[in-house]
């Protein structure tokens, strides 16, 4: 499949669902579905930095996860913290800046130590922005937002006429980050489940009944080509834009 090379959407989201089924379905645990699920992660991160696509935004853990069972909350911070330690170099290698979303002040602390040290390590890099959201939530996010401007309406360091997309979009965690072109969600189901609610406005989503343990490169290259037949009206019509 020919890929637009001058057509890669600059900013991927993707939701990496079902790695509890496909584990199932090998009879094995839900242990095995996440261990599998890192190595589709490794894949994706090193073809997405291949094709050029600038963001790279993954949900690894919402706000809603915590109501999982603890041992399965426990597997999923520990795969975590290997993961960041084994991926440090070829993050390294590949000029990926290291960046997390969410609110990491309620993870554990190992957790918290590891991210920002590989944030530290790859803040320099000028390649790919690798984002992983992680006690992350879009309404949370929001509200933390609003909550901030609130106070600086108080304070009287902003004034309501003034409050704007602009001044809401600095005080968000994907403040850095351009809005989502295109958003993959895996395993059949389509719901966004509060994921990147600001930035999805205008996102192309695509969803996939392929299992995340079992998305590669190929099926990512699917995902970018579905998209580049796509006509980005943005509120405007198909006149106007081909004008
Ligand atoms: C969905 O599968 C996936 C997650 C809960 C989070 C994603 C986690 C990984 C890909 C592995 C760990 C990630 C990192 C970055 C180290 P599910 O458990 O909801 O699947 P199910 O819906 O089939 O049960």
Do not use: C
């Amino acid at each position: 499949m020919n890929l637009d090379l001058s057509k890669i959407p600059s900013h991927v989201a993707v939701i990496m669902d079902g790695n509890g089924r496909w584990a199932k379905a090998q009879g094995k645990n839900r242990l095995f579905g996440h261990k599998t699920g890192v190595k589709a992660v490794q894949k994706i991160v090193q073809e997405s930095a291949r094709l050029g696509i600038k963001n790279l935004t993954l949900y690894a853990f919402s706000t809603e996860n915590w109501k999982r069972p603890e041992q399965e909350v426990t597997i999923l911070m520990t795969l975590l913290v290997s993961s960041l330690k084994k991926e440090l170099k070829q993050m390294t290698e590949n000029n990926i800046l290291f960046n997390t979303i969410g609110d990491l002040s309620k993870l554990p602390g190992p957790v918290q130590k590891e991210l920002k040290y590989t944030i530290e390590q790859t803040q320099n890099n000028s390649g790919m922005k690798l984002t992983l959201a992680l006690n992350y939530g879009g309404k949370e996010e929001l509200t933390q937002a609003f909550k901030e401007i609130a106070h600086k309406v108080k304070n009287n360091i902003i004034s309501p006429e003034n409050v704007d997309e602009t001044i809401i979009n600095k005080h968000l965690y994907t403040r850095n980050l351009p809005d989502v072109d295109l958003l993959i969600r895996t395993s059949g189901e389509e719901r966004i489940s509060n994921f990147l609610l600001w930035k999805i406005a205008y996102a192309e989503l695509y969803f996939t009944e392929i299992l995340w343990p079992e998305f590669n490169e190929s099926h990512l290259h699917l995902a970018i080509h579905n998209y580049q037949k796509r006509e980005r009206r943005f509120g405007k019509t198909s006149e106007q834009l081909n004008a």
